[in-house]
């Protein structure tokens, strides 16, 4: 597990903030009826480390679905009157019975879990559950690390630069992961991704030389493809596994149900909804440009997926939320070569405005955002022609693997939750509700007599008393 790696973040720490919040809410937690075990993930646990931007997580295993959980994403007011004017928690919800019945977690909750602390386990469940699925699959990492290294070592120029451009972010992608398998730790969330592997163990002397100009576009040019492709090859083959195993690079194809098109769409969209117009400019302020443009190039990629998705292709990307965790074992025997770019679905101008980085500026940044905004905003609105996704793109966002869906439709705050309010006293009642973990209206009344009052001002407890007045 990588331990210190926000040694150079530029944004100031206010997890003693968040705290005043979030022991509390533990401590009522632990009291609950059916709670098995509660885990601190993220900037709570071994990071140790919130910023303005961050939210909150944590995750709760109960043994049955109750009335009083609180919804996956709720808001409460920021503490000391801090902007924003409310802060986000997600309360990852599991039953114990679902994770002991599943074989495998996907990597990105593996990393999670690792890295989070377990503060309430009564019976000792959670901590044997962590342990028994936090491990690398040695089978699969050995054949992913093949797959990946004959990947990048079979790029084949298409001839078009624009394509090999694309293409070579996909292998950027590939090399990233090849670097943590050969180190034996999990890759982090994207956001933290390129800044966590600057602390693993196995790098190259010119490491920091070599991602730079893996991750800079100068120019649309033969020139710029080649000068990229060197970098890539140079570092991957820094990473080569001593024993190469003759497999395909891909899994298989897989096509989808209309149903599934429709989730794959809108899973995509609510990642581009954070790719595109959330979390690049976060990662400026953190002093983390680089990942911001690892970010956008993800978000290229995603909207390329979501115009095939509109063209009826065939979906090219497994998604954790579905379930399907890990590649097949079988394979094609054509090979599906990822490399491969489809047919540009908008101008050559427009997505070379949208990738080109010629440095790792703000500015560049935001000339990248709103380029890519122009591509991604007339595929939204094409989705919702087709009636495949909302008008709200954020309600795709809420897309989290660590988490049981089946748990969130039925909490008292969004069951209760009086129609047409505006968006800031809906995040009031919704937040209060979910802090409190009211199931029932006593609760709530009770709750209102004793609230958090460091959290809440008058104004608002006065607010919530006028909505709650209003709850069947």
């Not at 140079?234 to 897989?254: G, M, R, V």
């Not at 955002?369 to 495949?388: D, N, Y």
Request: charged share 25%; glycine share 4%; net charge negative.
């Amino acid at each position: 597990m990588i331990k210190n790696y926000l040694e150079r973040i530029e944004t100031e720490d206010i997890n003693p903030l968040i705290r005043k919040v979030m022991d509390p809410f533990f401590a009522r937690l632990r009291t609950k009826p059916g709670i098995e075990g509660i885990v601190e993930l993220g900037g709570l646990a071994q990071r140790n480390f919130s910023d303005i931007h961050s939210d909150v997580d944590a995750s709760l295993f109960v043994s049955e679905l109750q009335p009083w959980l609180p919804m996956f994403e709720f808001y409460v007011p920021t503490p000391n009157s801090l902007k924003p004017r409310f802060f986000e928690i997600n309360v990852h919800q599991n039953t114990l019975e679902r994770e002991h019945s599943r074989n495998e977690w996907e990597e990105g909750k593996k990393e999670a879990y690792e890295e989070g602390r377990i503060i309430f386990d009564p019976n000792c469940n959670i901590a044997s559950l962590v342990e028994a699925r936090v491990n690398f699959d040695e089978v699969f990492v050995q054949n992913r690390k093949s797959q990946l290294y004959h990947a990048i070592s079979s790029f084949n120029s298409s001839g078009n630069p624009l394509k090999d451009h694309l293409a070579l972010n996909k292998m950027a992608n590939q090399t990233v992961e090849l670097m943590y398998f050969v180190n034996e730790e999990f890759r982090p969330h994207k956001k933290w991704r390129l800044e966590k592997a600057r602390y693993l163990p196995n790098l190259p002397n010119n490491y920091e030389n070599l991602i730079e100009n893996i991750y800079l576009i100068k120019e649309i040019s033969t020139e710029d493809v080649k000068r990229r492709l060197a970098a890539v090859r140079e570092l991957a083959h820094h990473y080569k596994p001593s024993t190469l195993l003759s497999i395909p690079s891909l899994p298989i194809h897989q096509e989808y149900s209309l149903h599934n098109q429709m989730m794959m769409t809108s899973l995509i969209l609510g990642q581009l909804y954070w790719l595109v117009d959330v979390n690049p400019m976060r990662q400026v302020s953190r002093g983390f440009a680089l990942n911001s443009h690892d970010l956008l190039n993800e978000g290229i990629s995603l909207a390329l997926e979501t115009r095939r998705i509109i063209s009826g292709e065939m979906i090219k990307q497994y998604v954790e939320a579905l379930d399907v965790i890990y590649p097949s074992p079988e394979y094609d025997e054509s090979e599906y070569d990822l490399l491969t770019v489809f047919d540009q679905p908008h101008s050559g101008e427009l997505l070379a405005r949208a990738i080109l980085t010629p440095n790792f500026s703000s500015e560049t940044v935001q000339k990248r955002v709103v380029a890519l905004q122009s591509i991604t905003k007339p595929l939204h609105t094409q989705l919702i022609e087709l009636g495949l996704v909302s008008e709200d793109p954020y309600h795709f966002a809420i897309v989290n693997c660590y988490f049981d869906r089946q748990l969130l439709e039925k909490t008292f705050a969004e069951t209760t939750c009086p129609s047409r309010l505006s968006e800031d006293d809906e995040k009031l009642y919704k937040g209060f509700v979910s802090l409190h973990l009211v199931g029932s209206k006593d609760e709530l009344a009770t709750s209102l007599k004793d609230p958090y009052p460091e959290i809440y001002s008058d104004h608002d407890l006065n607010r919530i008393r006028e909505i709650a007045g209003n709850v069947k």
